[in-house]
């Protein structure tokens, strides 16, 4: 492995001991760097290795749809790695004393984890980094080109971010190594899912959803199926919410169940489509990345003070204007506003767990528009986000509803009453686009 891709931690006492990958975003058994470096630390110490995901009983507010996905997810990586003679082991609780505990209780030598850029995340590492005395570090497993490598401070933009990424791609977008069946049988205590569902204290009343699968198998078979049905056509129909034409690959890049380096890989040589193949390239790695940056270096990213000045500015300009409607949470979360399009978006949303991409900013920059403020727009878009998307809950979702509200990442446009100089959009300006009719007969039934 590229050792660009690895951050030290912390240092720490050399001893002899299991070496464990604590998995936390990157939630499968193959194409996962930080498992990679893992299994090569523990071959090199000839010592076993285990890998732990300490479960949350209430992560940020996600309910019972992303907790099933997740949990599915996750039993298809304990399968895989039995299989690959690895420990998989689940720990309940707070990571800060349930991670260190479990680490003393086999008498680990070496604690890698994963990369996640969101406050959580990096609290929760800086906790057991304060509690061990074993050296702890962090392997990108999530970006192509390892976070740390493209930029040392905020992007302003996707062209500011573009080209270094692209720089870097081809020394990282390199072939991953298989995983290994290390040598040693394990006894792998089966872990009982049922219970672990019982002992979940979240939302029961958002459903889980049955027409995605979760797990690495079907990630890839997604992939297969967006080559197959919908690649070439991503360039000129991606951006109509009545055709079919998105990969509905990030509930799996947010579960980490593929590696986006895995999908470029297995995209890169599709060049026959060039659009295709540059806008898809653009959007899974440019796009996706920039977001990880802003939610790294923007520790404001869910909220107003993240924006940027001109668009904090401009937004308290017209603070007072009057909006033609007002909404509250509920009213919102009913899908009981006046507009059938809006409500129709929030209903794809709350039935499917997934709103069509180019809704999402249509959804998000409406709620600015009939909010009391943008601070309470960011409030409810980031709430309703994360409670039903089963992608959300990622730094995609944070910057995508502050590029809506806050004018991340974008540019001031024509100044106008409640929006400012954020970018505005409107019905009609949907219904030239596509068959606005068609949209909201399918997600209003
Ligand atoms: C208000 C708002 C909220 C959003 N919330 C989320 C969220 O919670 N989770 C989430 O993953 N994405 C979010 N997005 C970004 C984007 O809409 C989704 O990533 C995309 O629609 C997911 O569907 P797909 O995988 O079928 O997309 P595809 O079009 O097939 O794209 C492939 C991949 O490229 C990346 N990508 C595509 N568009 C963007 C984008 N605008 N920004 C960053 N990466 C992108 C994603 O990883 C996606 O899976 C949001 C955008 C907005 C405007």
Redesign the pocket.
Same mark, same amino acid.
Request: include cysteine; glycine fraction near 4%; proline fraction near 4%.
């Given at each position: 492995m590229n050792l660009k891709r690895l951050r030290i931690l912390q240092e720490g006492k050399d001893k002899i001991g299991p070496v464990v990958y604590w998995m936390q975003r990157d939630q499968r058994a193959h194409d996962n760097w930080a498992l990679i470096y893992a299994q090569s630390k523990a071959i090199e110490k000839n010592t076993s290795l285990f890998v732990v995901f300490n479960l949350v009983s209430n992560f940020l507010d996600a309910t019972l749809r992303q907790y099933g996905f997740m949990i599915k997810g996750l039993q298809e990586v304990e399968g895989e790695l039995c299989r690959h003679n690895i420990h998989f082991v689940l720990t309940v609780g707070d990571a800060e004393i349930e991670i260190p505990k479990f680490l003393e209780s086999i008498n680990a030598s070496l604690l890698i984890a994963d990369f996640n850029p969101l406050k959580i995340s990096r609290g929760w590492k800086k906790s057991v980094a304060d509690k061990i005395d074993i050296p702890f570090c962090e392997v990108d497993a999530h970006n192509i080109v390892p976070f740390h490598q493209v930029s040392a401070k905020q992007e302003f933009a996707a062209y500011t971010i573009r080209t270094k990424i692209h720089k870097l791609l081809p020394e990282f977008l390199d072939e991953l190594p298989s995983l290994q069946k290390m040598k040693n049988n394990i006894n792998q205590v089966k872990i009982e899912w049922k219970k672990i569902y019982d002992l979940l204290n979240v939302n029961k009343d958002v459903k889980e959803i049955d027409w995605l699968i979760p797990g690495e198998m079907a990630a890839h078979n997604i992939l297969q199926e967006?080559i197959k049905n919908k690649f070439t056509k $991503?360039a000129t129909d =991606?951006n109509f919410p009545t055709h079919d034409a998105? !990969?509905?690959? !990030?509930?799996y890049?947010?579960f980490g169940h593929i590696a986006?380096q895995r999908v470029a890989l297995v995209i890169q040589p599709l060049t026959e489509n060039e659009e295709s193949h540059k806008d898809?390239l653009e959007? /899974?790695i440019v796009? =996706?990345e920039? !977001?990880d940056n802003f939610c790294f270096f923007n520790k404001n990213y869910d909220s107003f003070e993240g924006f940027h000045p001109w668009a904090q500015e401009s937004l308290n300009i017209h603070r007072k204007d009057k909006r033609d409607y007002i909404y509250d949470l509920e009213e919102f979360e009913l899908a009981k506003t006046h507009e059938d399009l809006w409500n129709a978006a929030q209903l794809e949303m709350v039935a499917s767990g997934? /709103?069509?991409?180019y809704m999402? /900013?249509y +959804? *998000?920059k409406k709620i600015l528009e009939w909010s009391k403020s943008p601070e309470e727009a960011m409030k409810i *878009?980031i709430y309703l986000?994360?409670k039903y998307?089963l992608?959300?809950?990622?730094p995609?979702? $944070?910057?995508?509803?502050a +590029? !809506?509200i806050g004018g991340v990442h974008d540019r001031p446009w024509f100044e106008r009453a409640v929006y400012g100089k954020i970018r505005y959009m409107n019905y009609n300006g949907c219904a030239k686009k596509f068959d606005v009719k068609k949209y909201i007969q399918k997600h209003l039934r």
């Amino acid at each position: 492995m590229n050792l660009k891709r690895l951050r030290i931690l912390q240092e720490g006492k050399d001893k002899i001991g299991p070496v464990v990958y604590w998995m936390q975003r990157d939630q499968r058994a193959h194409d996962n760097w930080a498992l990679i470096y893992a299994q090569s630390k523990a071959i090199e110490k000839n010592t076993s290795l285990f890998v732990v995901f300490n479960l949350v009983s209430n992560f940020l507010d996600a309910t019972l749809r992303q907790y099933g996905f997740m949990i599915k997810g996750l039993q298809e990586v304990e399968g895989e790695l039995c299989r690959h003679n690895i420990h998989f082991v689940l720990t309940v609780g707070d990571a800060e004393i349930e991670i260190p505990k479990f680490l003393e209780s086999i008498n680990a030598s070496l604690l890698i984890a994963d990369f996640n850029p969101l406050k959580i995340s990096r609290g929760w590492k800086k906790s057991v980094a304060d509690k061990i005395d074993i050296p702890f570090c962090e392997v990108d497993a999530h970006n192509i080109v390892p976070f740390h490598q493209v930029s040392a401070k905020q992007e302003f933009a996707a062209y500011t971010i573009r080209t270094k990424i692209h720089k870097l791609l081809p020394e990282f977008l390199d072939e991953l190594p298989s995983l290994q069946k290390m040598k040693n049988n394990i006894n792998q205590v089966k872990i009982e899912w049922k219970k672990i569902y019982d002992l979940l204290n979240v939302n029961k009343d958002v459903k889980e959803i049955d027409w995605l699968i979760p797990g690495e198998m079907a990630a890839h078979n997604i992939l297969q199926e967006f080559i197959k049905n919908k690649f070439t056509k $991503y360039a000129t129909d =991606r951006n109509f919410p009545t055709h079919d034409a998105q !990969s509905n690959l !990030s509930p799996y890049f947010h579960f980490g169940h593929i590696a986006p380096q895995r999908v470029a890989l297995v995209i890169q040589p599709l060049t026959e489509n060039e659009e295709s193949h540059k806008d898809f390239l653009e959007e /899974m790695i440019v796009r =996706r990345e920039l !977001s990880d940056n802003f939610c790294f270096f923007n520790k404001n990213y869910d909220s107003f003070e993240g924006f940027h000045p001109w668009a904090q500015e401009s937004l308290n300009i017209h603070r007072k204007d009057k909006r033609d409607y007002i909404y509250d949470l509920e009213e919102f979360e009913l899908a009981k506003t006046h507009e059938d399009l809006w409500n129709a978006a929030q209903l794809e949303m709350v039935a499917s767990g997934k /709103m069509h991409g180019y809704m999402r /900013m249509y +959804w *998000a920059k409406k709620i600015l528009e009939w909010s009391k403020s943008p601070e309470e727009a960011m409030k409810i *878009a980031i709430y309703l986000n994360d409670k039903y998307e089963l992608d959300g809950r990622d730094p995609n979702g $944070y910057t995508g509803i502050a +590029w !809506s509200i806050g004018g991340v990442h974008d540019r001031p446009w024509f100044e106008r009453a409640v929006y400012g100089k954020i970018r505005y959009m409107n019905y009609n300006g949907c219904a030239k686009k596509f068959d606005v009719k068609k949209y909201i007969q399918k997600h209003l039934r």
